[in-house]
């Protein structure tokens, strides 16, 4: 989830700060969409508090915790409200954090939890990786998902690279395989992303992703802006479309979510 802060700190941030290192980032964010025509509006707060000063010289500012091989702890929760009467909002609280060695082991942990008013999903996930060179890493995560009704496993493998371009761009990617596997079926997930970095400060990007498991099928895209208009502060946006398929008819869902973060 990307982020937005209160005005007063995003406005303090952009006057007042003028180095470019950070430590801590902190933000929120709001979305609004529709899902199986039920509208919905939401908002979230986040974080990221990093062991050591991120050094933002090496590429984009998007990018910069990842350059850096930077470790950190973070916290998410989000909440989205329903267009639907008496419906519970639905809140989803996560913790984690992502932890880099003098060696480039990569080892990373997070824990979730999903409260629907009706049920609570708990999500663990760990995984392992490297940095294969300055500029790319690969990790192997494992996630288990329990709920009331069911449990489902998720094995998985992820890639994320920045490539330098000419005159100031460059172009970061992901690609990401895995493995899912319920009480009833098992099937696979797919997603590819790219993120074209007109310089260091604004980026575009489009993803892609699709599951299939037993007899549903899901996919989504969504194109995202990242712009930072000062070295502490970034402005983010997101549209996204997606759809599901299972037997009991077709579920489509749309959005988008606007944010921003401050980092000091």
């Known amino acids: 989830m990307k982020k937005i802060v209160l005005a007063s700190a995003i406005a303090l941030a952009a006057a007042g700060q003028a180095y470019a290192d950070y430590q801590f980032e902190l933000g929120g964010a709001y979305t609004s969409g529709e899902t199986a025509g039920t509208d919905y509006d939401g908002f979230g707060v986040g974080g990221e508090f990093h062991f050591d000063k991120v050094d933002t010289s090496k590429g984009p500012?998007?990018?910069?915790?990842f350059l850096d091989?930077?470790?950190?702890?973070?916290?998410?929760?989000?909440?989205?409200?329903?267009?639907?009467s008496g419906a519970d909002d639905i809140e989803t609280t996560s913790i984690g954090g992502r932890f880099v060695t003098a060696s480039n082991l990569i080892i990373e942990a997070d824990w979730s939890t999903v409260d629907t008013g009706l049920a609570d999903v708990d999500t663990i996930r760990v995984g392992v990786g490297t940095y294969i060179n300055d500029t790319t890493d690969v990790v192997v995560s494992y996630s288990t998902e329990d709920d009331d009704n069911a449990d489902v496993d998720y094995l998985d493998v992820t890639l994320?690279?920045?490539?330098?371009?000419?005159?100031?761009?460059?172009?970061?990617?992901d690609v990401a395989v895995g493995y899912v596997d319920t009480d009833d079926d098992s099937g696979y997930q797919i997603s590819v992303g790219g993120t074209y970095y007109f310089n260091n400060m604004f980026g575009l990007g489009l993803s892609a992703g699709i599951t299939d498991v037993g007899d549903v099928?899901?996919?989504?895209?969504?194109?995202?802006?990242?712009?930072f208009p000062s070295e502490q502060v970034e402005l983010y946006a997101s549209i996204f479309d997606g759809s599901t398929e299972t037997n009991g008819g077709d579920i489509d869902s749309d959005g988008i979510l606007i944010g921003a973060a401050v980092r000091f």
Do not use: W
């Not at 500012?61 to 915790?65: N, R, T, V």
């Not at 091989?69 to 639907?84: A, H, R, T, W």
């Not at 920045?162 to 970061?172: D, Y």
């Not at 099928?217 to 712009?227: E, G, P, Q």
């Open 69 to 84: 091989k930077s470790s950190f702890i973070s916290f998410n929760f989000l909440s989205v409200e329903p267009d639907v």
């Open 217 to 227: 099928s899901s996919d989504v895209i969504s194109l995202d802006a990242s712009f």
């Open 61 to 65: 500012l998007a990018e910069a915790s």
């Open 160 to 173: 994320h690279g920045v490539n330098a371009l000419n005159q100031g761009a460059s172009v970061g990617y």
